[in-house]
């Protein structure tokens, strides 16, 4: 049986391509990645792991803008390693004049410990940077002597 060991890339279409290519380069580039392809209508960032590529929109798509709540996506979560991130990128978004949709903040509802912040791409496109701490290890029961 086949099994996915990561995600390789996303493609989203963008509306107005230097737009969001301008938009995605502080973004990702907050979040470390680097612009690894550079194309007239498309471009890719890297982070060593994972490529998230934009790429214009044609005329039909162009006629049908981003409406949350249709058919497709809905939001694109990118996890981060500590709290004080989310905060990092919440500084540049409010920076850039970006949209945020939700400031940071806890969100138990979805585990101890979720903190994020939501916002929105040139588009209309909802994005998340988020942390969530892994579950501690169970302590042993005290009292239990290790047998040697």
Do not use: Q
Request: charged letters at 30%; proline letters at 5%.
């Amino acid at each position: 049986m086949a099994r996915v060991v990561g995600i390789d890339h996303l493609v989203i279409r963008v509306g107005d391509f230097r737009r969001s290519k301008r938009f995605y380069d502080a973004v990702l580039g907050c979040l470390g990645f680097k612009l690894k392809y550079d194309y007239a209508d498309h471009a890719g960032w890297s982070n060593g792991k994972t490529l998230f590529w934009i790429g214009e929109a044609d005329a039909e798509g162009k006629k049908h803008p981003h409406r949350a709540g249709n058919i497709g996506f809905h939001h694109y979560a990118f996890e981060l390693s500590r709290r004080r991130d989310v905060d990092d990128l919440y500084v540049l978004l409010k920076s850039k004049r970006v949209k945020v949709v939700d400031a940071p903040a806890d969100y138990p509802e979805y585990g101890t410990g979720y903190y994020a912040v939501y916002f929105l791409d040139p588009d209309g496109l909802k994005l998340e940077g988020m942390y969530f701490p892994p579950p501690r290890p169970k302590r042993r029961a005290t009292g239990a002597k290790k047998a040697i």
